[in-house]
């Protein structure tokens, strides 16, 4: 372990950036550690920083963003002439 290497998520060698645009932390990570002689717990810290900044993740859908209230009631709807349909083909088909 080398104390005297200090860095910052800027400043990573281009194989662990490229590992962490490919979406490989663990091998970024011990690639980190191969380098510079840093420890498993820094250089973990160093590629989780990095890659919130490398990749970034897609913002989250929401469920109630394409919410119609005309679907709901369609279904609803549809349910409901499933249910009678099918208590007339079991009550009164004979």
């Known amino acids: 372990?080398?104390?005297?290497?200090?860095?910052?998520?800027?400043?990573?060698?281009?194989?662990?950036?490229?590992?962490?645009?490919?979406?490989?932390?663990?091998?970024?990570?011990?690639?980190?550690?191969?380098?510079?002689?840093?420890?498993?717990?820094?250089?973990?810290?160093?590629?989780?920083?990095?890659?919130?900044?490398l990749n970034p993740k897609p913002p989250r859908q929401t469920f109630m963003k394409d919410y119609n209230p005309m679907n709901r009631r369609l279904i609803s709807m549809a349910l409901t002439l499933f249910a009678v349909f099918l208590v007339y083909t079991f009550y009164f088909n004979d």
Do not use: F, H, W, Y
């Open 1 to 53: 372990m080398n104390p005297e290497v200090v860095l910052t998520e800027d400043e990573l060698p281009a194989e662990v950036v490229t590992a962490i645009k490919q979406g490989r932390k663990v091998v970024a990570i011990n690639l980190l550690m191969e380098t510079t002689g840093i420890g498993m717990a820094n250089a973990k810290v160093l590629v989780d920083r990095a890659s919130v900044r």
